[in-house]
Structure formats: structure tokens, C-alpha cells
């Protein structure tokens, strides 16, 4: 068995960096096109993209009827799919395309006003519409660094990285040595890049709300924030469907820059909501964000999986 994928593997791989490739060259419309005639079939025949997605959308949005959540879940895996299709666009594409691509730029002035200062910037950037085209964006007109995790399929790594890292991104490893690459970054006046919805590892967060639900959410950011004075803002590249993106930058919700973690944790999701609040269809739903529940046992918590996936 284990022959058996690491022979598999490379073929994966060249498949998927040959698809991203024949893509790059690709009409943003065609690959709508191409997102809408795909999207209903993950729907479909992805149950476990689909049924994530529907149980996130119920519990964020219990008021609005079943029928209103599922026309959601499939529009929003329709984005999620054009964001798959996209990354060789972002990554391999002609830079004045994907440049030109770009019709707006709302709240640039937080940026280059917080740099005028001498502050470095933390953009948190959340799984929305399409981040690696707002990587491609902060990367081009700031110095800026970013977080970086291999993906699954290890010989994808490479193209990865040079799609990220072609505008002159910096990206740095999870770990206490890419912690200690964002700080010095931040105090060189620079902008970083932070994912605020991706659940920590234990140890590493605390339950805050996110739609009236804990959900365990990491704590660099006070730590960051507390030792440079950075100025915080909400990142997303907002798709206009088949005609490019418009990037929003929004001041962060004032709680981020509290000491208290808990709260800090708080604003971090508060900014995330805000974000989907632009479109919610173009929310990566399917990502579980509740997966980690705590329970008070004696007086002490106890960690537990959410019941719900």
C-alpha cells in the first residue's frame, strides 16, 4: 500500500500543476464558466463538502430557511471551486493579467497609512473569495511575509511556493522560527499575512465566538500585536464573477488589540464575520471550524470533537 501512493502521488501531482497550468492562460469568464458547470456537481456528488457546508450554514444562519441554506452551500462550493480553478491564474499567469484583473482597491489608505507611521501591518486574511490573488496583490506593492504549511500532496510544495513567493513574498514555516520571521518583519514597518479561521492546534488558542458559537481560534495574534504596535486590518479579494476581483481592506474590530487573548480571539472572529458579510456565498463553508468543543467535567475542561461532523 504504501508503494502504491508513493507512485501515485507524482501523478497526482503533475496532473493537478498540468491543469493549473492550461488554466493560467484562461479567461477569468471561461473559468467561471467552467466553476458553474463544476460546482453543482461537487455539490452533488461531494458529500463530505457538502455536508460540512450545510451543517456551518445552519448553524451561522438559523433563521433562514432550508431551501435559502442549500441554494447557499451550492453557490458557495461554485466559488470554492472557481478559487481551485483560479491558482494558475494567481500563480502562473501573465503578472500585468492578473494585475489588470484587479478593478478595485478598497481601504488601501489603512495600509500606507499605518506604514507613514512606522507600524507594520497584520492583514488577517480569511478563507474568502480568492486569497492567493490577494497575495499576489500585498506582495507586489508591500514587503510582506506570510505563514506557510507544505500541502498534503508533497510534490506540490514547489509549485506552491513559486506561485506564492513570484511577486517577492516572503514565506516563512509554522513554527517558533516563522513566529520570530513575522516579528521582525512587523518591526521593520512591514505587512504580514495571518489565516484568522483555520483551528490551532491545542495549546495554542481559546474559544471565542464566531457566530454566537465557540470556536477554537488561534492566539498569535495579541502576542504580535503586543510587541510591535502593529495596525491590524481584514483582507479579501471579493470575486466579481467572470470579470476579475475588487480587494477590501477593513479596519479590524477594536477588540484584536486587547491584551486578554479571550478577547482578542473574539475580535479576530468579529473581523472574519465582517468579511463574509461582503458575500457569504464566497466563504470556504466547508472548512470545520467548530471541530473542537469544550466541556466543563468537575470543574475542569475537557476537550472533545464536535458532535455535529
Not at 455539490?43 to 457538502?50: A, G, L, N, T
Request: charged share 25%.
Amino acid at each position: 500500500m504504501a508503494d502504491s501512493r508513493s507512485q501515485s502521488s507524482p501523478r497526482q501531482a503533475r496532473a493537478i500543476a498540468g491543469l493549473w497550468k492550461s488554466l493560467a492562460g484562461r479567461r477569468l469568464a471561461t473559468l467561471w464558466c467552467l466553476s458553474r458547470l463544476a460546482g453543482p456537481l461537487v455539490h452533488r456528488f461531494s458529500r463530505r463538502e457538502r455536508e460540512v457546508t450545510e451543517i456551518n450554514l445552519g448553524e451561522v444562519y438559523p433563521a433562514r430557511s432550508t431551501a435559502e441554506r442549500r441554494r447557499l452551500a451550492r453557490e458557495s462550493l461554485t466559488h470554492s471551486t472557481a478559487t481551485m480553478l483560479e491558482l494558475g491564474f494567481a500563480w502562473m499567469g501573465d503578472p500585468e493579467r492578473v494585475e489588470a484583473s484587479i478593478q478595485a482597491v478598497h481601504g488601501r489608505e489603512l495600509l500606507d497609512e499605518a506604514r507613514a507611521e512606522g507600524r507594520g501591518v497584520i492583514v488577517l486574511a480569511p478563507h474568502f473569495g480568492n486569497w492567493e490573488v490577494l497575495n499576489f496583490w500585498l506582495s507586489s506593492h508591500f514587503p510582506f511575509t506570510a505563514m506557510y504549511e507544505p500541502p498534503k500532496i508533497a510534490e506540490l510544495d514547489a509549485v506552491t511556493r513559486a506561485g506564492r513567493e513570484r511577486m517577492g513574498a516572503s514565506l516563512v514555516p509554522t513554527n517558533p522560527r516563522g513566529v520570530a520571521a513575522l516579528l521582525k518583519a512587523l518591526k521593520r514597518s512591514e505587512a504580514i499575512g495571518i489565516l484568522p479561521d483555520q483551528e490551532p492546534d491545542w495549546g495554542s488558542g481559546v474559544f471565542a465566538p464566531f457566530f454566537g458559537r465557540p470556536a477554537y481560534t488561534a492566539t498569535l495574534l495579541p502576542k504580535l500585536v503586543a510587541r510591535t504596535e502593529a495596525r491590524v486590518v481584514t483582507g479579501v479579494a471579493r470575486r466579481i464573477p467572470g470579470r476579475g476581483f475588487e480587494l477590501h481592506f477593513l479596519p479590524a474590530d477594536t477588540r484584536v488589540y486587547s491584551p486578554d487573548e479571550a478577547e482578542s480571539a473574539t475580535g479576530v472572529n468579529a473581523c472574519v464575520e465582517a468579511a463574509i458579510a461582503l458575500d457569504p456565498a464566497q466563504y470556504q463553508w466547508e472548512y470545520k471550524r467548530y471541530r473542537k468543543v469544550v466541556e466543563e467535567q468537575q470543574g475542569h475542561p475537557r476537550h472533545q470533537e464536535f458532535r455535529l461532523y
